[in-house]
């Protein structure tokens, strides 16, 4: 039985789809004016975990991300670069799939955009002014706070603890500080929409309460993000939906914790800001999913080279496993033995784990033990058959692979030939001489880049009477099988395939 801390009752709960197998998730995605942080990575990578471990389960999910593709941060990016809003996330929309992709992230049913859905936008701001939530003030619509009896109830603040705490607004329009906008009017050079109240754009808020309406329904199951949107985007969604349906919006509110990187805050004026785009330059999303998957989605997670490399080190022995399976299971024993090895102990612990509000830090150590386990069932028993290893595949397959995204079969069998055998040491030898840790290897392709890298490295040391350095290069690359020639216009290099 699944249980989910939910938010809104502040426990953990019994996961009751309204239609199931089915589930209907709604994920506040990217406001496309840049390339996401690794923040934002952790809300779509949890995501991506909570959703394939439901359809693990066995539920079929229709899961929608909205982008936002009309707002203050892309008007100044576009008067900065000096290029239309279009552009501005046309570019930046087509970086975010390039990026989750490369983070092994599942892509959503569904990509709503705010400008794709005006008409949904304006209809329910109409309904909420019908209904008396909402005041026009010259063209400015505001949505009335005061008049949703249960707004707070999602962050657990009250509605006069919060006015105290306000600033003297300097936006004397609204009839109180606490309202928030529905529909900006339009200001000279801003891209803007008609509306019964003239020409503007709508608030942040109104468009995830109109596009995951349009798409999931009055009332859908389960709502993610960060933390760091209870409020008010989320408490304001919830006052919005619900004064405009008279139904409940969400049975299930998932939050996730903040990344901290080293320790600290990330911001981009102490400069440890961090795309993901760039982490993934140095290490695999596997690595990087691995991190995130040993700390559980609600807590505060840290994020450092040192545990970077702790996780990719850790991955090292599933990597091993899977790559002995795949042998193993080629070779097609048939006739060997099949020993004892109880493999549904290993499933049901996982799901009971993994069922504890998607408690992934305990389901990547029942993996492990997983792994322990048949490796010490195969240094006890002697020719075994390939119907024990697919059994092994089968289980790694769904949850290392299928659920946490920290195995990927497709690199695993990419990875072949002397590009495996050799990869590893040629990228500690290209890391000993430059500063940041490089990549994995994965392709001939990245071989010979990083083997030139190294070529380069070494001429220059020539150039600069460093004999002794380049010495110690070609005895490097030789030890492990790389032999170089130098010619008079440059050095080649060879690979002895053993
Ligand atoms: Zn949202």
Redesign the pocket.
Known sequence: MLKIYNTLTKQKEEFKPINPPNVNM?V??PTVYDYFHIGNARTFVNSDIIRKYLEYKGYNVKFVM?L?DVDDKIIKKSNEEKIGTEEVTEKYIKAFFEDIENLNVKRADIYPKATAHMKNIIEMIKKLEQKGFAYNVDGNVFYDVKKFKDYGKLSGKKIDELELGSRVEVNVEKKDPLDFALWKKAKEGEPYWESPWGNGRPG??I??SAM?CKHLGETFDIHA?GND?IFP??EN?VAQSEAANGKKFVNYWIHFGFLNIDNEKMSKSIGNFSTARDILKKYSAETIRMLFAQTHYGGPLNFSDELLSAAEKGLEKLNNLAQKVEDEIKSEKKNGNNPTFDFKKYDDEFEKVMDDDFNTPQGVAVIFDFIKDVNKTVAENENINSEFFSNVKSFLEKTASGVFGILNYKKLTAETGFVKLIGHDVRLIVNKHIDTDLKEIKSEEDLDEYLNKILEIRNKAKKEKNYALADEIRNDLNKIGIILEDTKEKTIYKIIKK
Do not use: I, K
């Open positions: 709604y506040c995605g909205n936002t942040w808020h468009e995830c995951s993000g949107l985007h989320h969604e």
